[in-house]
Each structure stands twice: as structure tokens, then as C-alpha cells.
Nanobody, 120 residues
Framework: QLQLVESGGGLVQPGGSLRLSCAAS????????MGWYRRAPGKQRELVAR???????NYADSVKGRFTISRDNAKNTVYLQMNSLKPEDTAVYYC??????????????WGQGTQVTVSS
């Protein structure tokens, strides 16, 4: 069974850093685009950053210059390095990936979410 498992969330003070990880597992043939989204309380889910298999990236304007997305294709893992965190970055962060199974079928998967809280 294909799944995405996130880790690395937690409580951090403003100005601090966190690194999120998301590992895909199961019967995987390849993974195309991977990304991170977030949902803050009372708001809709929004794209934070996305990375293609060829390492092209795009970011939400609100995180440009502070967050960096990267991936390790050998480990089927995507990372989000978050620096200079602000209280408005507080949200549940979700991993997303376009996975092609060994059966040749493409799926879009979501992780279960990890809480990031930025507060003093």
C-alpha cells in the first residue's frame, strides 16, 4: 500500500527553524512532483512549495527566501527546510506527491499532516 509519512513538526519560537521530512513507501515505480501544503486555522489549504522530479521548484510568495524544498529520489523523500519562522506560519503541513505505482498507475497522495506551531 502506498503511503506518505511526515515528520519534523513541532513548536518553535519566532525566528527559529524546523525541517520537515516526508517519505513515500510501498509499491513505487517513480515519483513525479512532490510538494508541501499547509492549512492554518480558519483558512483554506494553500501551496507552500513544490518540486518536480527534475528539481524545478516553486514557492508561495509568503515563504520565498525563508523556506527551501528539496528531495532525495533514492529515498523517495521530500524535505522542507523552514527558516526565520513567523507566527503566521503556524499550520498543519501536508505532504503531497504524484506517485506512479509498479502497476503503472499514477496516483496523487496526501500525508496525514504534521503540526507546526510558531510561538513565543
Amino acid at each position: 500500500q502506498l503511503q506518505l509519512v511526515e515528520s519534523g513538526g513541532g513548536l518553535v519560537q519566532p525566528g527559529g527553524s524546523l525541517r520537515l521530512s516526508c517519505a513515500a513507501s510501498g509499491s513505487i515505480f517513480s515519483i513525479n512532483a512532490m510538494g508541501w501544503y499547509r492549512r492554518a486555522p480558519g483558512k483554506q489549504r494553500e501551496l507552500v512549495a513544490r518540486i518536480t522530479r527534475g528539481d524545478s521548484t516553486n514557492y508561495a510568495d509568503s515563504v520565498k527566501g525563508r523556506f527551501t524544498i528539496s528531495r532525495d529520489n533514492a529515498k523517495n523523500t521530500v524535505y522542507l527546510q523552514m527558516n526565520s519562522l513567523k507566527p503566521e506560519d503556524t499550520a498543519v503541513y501536508y505532504c503531497n506527491a504524484d506517485i506512479v505505482s509498479r502497476g503503472g498507475i499514477s496516483y496523487n497522495y496526501w500525508g496525514q499532516g504534521t503540526q507546526v506551531t510558531v510561538s513565543s
